[in-house]
């Protein structure tokens, strides 16, 4: 399968509508981030290489995007209050996969290296 380049202009413009009420126009996620809310739920994380995302292969960023967090992670069996709603009824898979590809382009060269490195461990346990 061949694998299409990225359009990090598109994320870029995409990150903005989509994502940065919550995540932020910088990256920089909500205040608190790492403490529930009253509601239990985590505020949004920041996308930036203060935050975790980068701890993520590229399949869990897209399902979380696509599916939502709750919806994500409950297809691997985890019991989890998230309040990342799902966006594949809003963006196409190509279009995640180019808000992604921004985030990620803003990241030092460790996280985009140790991430990579996660991606393709992932997808060699996968077979693919």
């Known amino acids: 399968m061949l694998s299409r380049r990225a359009d990090l202009a598109e994320g870029a413009r995409l990150y903005q509508v989509y994502c940065a009420a919550c995540h932020g126009a910088n990256l920089?996620?909500?205040?608190?981030?790492?403490?529930?809310?009253p509601d239990g739920v985590?505020?949004?994380p920041p996308h930036d290489e203060?935050?975790?995302t980068w701890h993520?292969?590229?399949r869990v960023l897209f399902d979380y995007t696509r599916l939502g967090g709750q919806a994500a992670l409950a297809?691997?069996?985890?019991d989890f209050a998230s309040g990342m709603p799902g966006f594949g009824d809003q963006l196409t898979d190509d279009q995640i996969?180019?808000?992604?590809?921004?985030?990620?382009?803003?990241?030092?060269e460790r996280e985009r290296r140790i991430q990579a490195e996660r991606s393709a461990v992932e997808r060699q346990v996968d077979g693919g």
């Open 28 to 37: 920089e996620g909500q205040p608190d981030w790492q403490s529930p809310g």
């Open 42 to 44: 985590l505020p949004a």
């Open 50 to 52: 203060t935050g975790h």
């Open 56 to 58: 993520h292969s590229d």
């Open 75 to 78: 297809a691997q069996g985890v």
């Open 97 to 108: 996969r180019n808000i992604l590809a921004y985030i990620k382009s803003t990241w030092p």
